[in-house]
């Protein structure tokens, strides 16, 4: 069974462009989670989606960051217009329904100049 | 805010020995907790989780404590295996935080033969 995949693996644009980050969650799961990680911080929480819902959105830093998840499976989350300070490794994780383990993709690394 | 910490930020342990990575709390509410671990250029991979109701948890090769008085975690591994080389992040999850996890900045395990 295929695992959360993620792509890209690794962007690099200027500061100013857009990027489209997408994750395709296990097959069957419910739940999808987008985390981040900038340099040298914690791993932190930017929202949750239970199908094609937001059930959480209480981590997105700011209005310039917009999650998606149409139809209940793949997600996209796009950053537009991109900062500096939004360098760093954006991680998806889906769970089964309920509280269940999280299985996390392997993130997809932005870097902003 | 509240928060998940670790004391240590990097643990270099000989081959074949036990380790054990500390892990702070401040969130007594907290009901769930998890330990990841992360290898170069993957995902956090869960280890072990452990429930408030619930002082010790074993797994294969590793045990994770918990005392809710002192609001600490540990994770024990027993046996380190180069294999075992990773950073390991703790996390809490809020009673009803459906796997909004809250996670500590994390401990680079070093094994050396």
């Known amino acids: 069974e295929a695992g959360v995949t993620q792509f890209p693996s690794h962007s690099v644009i200027e500061k100013g462009q857009t990027v489209t980050l997408r994750c395709d969650p296990i097959?069957?799961?419910?739940?999808l989670y987008w985390y981040r990680r900038v340099m040298g911080k914690e791993i932190k929480f930017l929202l949750h989606?239970?199908?094609?819902?937001?059930?959480?959105e209480s981590g997105m830093p700011n209005n310039r960051f917009l999650a998606e998840r149409t139809g209940g499976t793949y997600s996209t989350l796009k950053v537009q217009p991109a900062e500096l300070e939004d360098s760093g490794v954006y991680f998806c994780?889906?769970?089964?329904?309920?509280?269940?383990?999280?299985?996390f993709g392997e993130g997809s690394r932005l870097t902003v100049l | 805010g509240e928060s998940v910490g670790l004391h240590l930020p990097t643990l270099s342990v000989q081959e074949g020995d036990n380790s054990i990575i500390n892990c702070a709390y401040s969130?007594?509410?907290?009901?769930?907790f998890i330990w990841y671990k992360q290898e170069s250029g993957k995902g956090p991979q869960f280890i072990i989780d452990?429930?408030?109701?619930?002082d010790k948890r074993q797994g294969q090769r590793v045990t994770v404590l918990l005392n809710k008085t002192v609001k600490h975690l540990s994770l024990q591994i027993a046996a380190t295996q180069p294999g075992d080389s990773a950073v390991y992040f703790c996390?809490?999850?809020?009673?009803?935080?459906?796997?909004?996890?809250?996670f500590g900045a994390g401990t680079r395990l070093a094994v050396h033969p």
């Open positions: 452990i429930r408030s109701n619930m």
């Open positions: 969130n007594s509410a907290s009901d769930y």
């Open positions: 994780a889906s769970s089964q329904a309920g509280v269940g383990e999280l299985f």
């Open positions: 989606f239970v199908k094609e819902s937001k059930q959480d």
């Open positions: 996390a809490e999850t809020p009673v009803g935080g459906y796997n909004k996890l809250i």
């Open positions: 097959s069957g799961h419910d739940n």
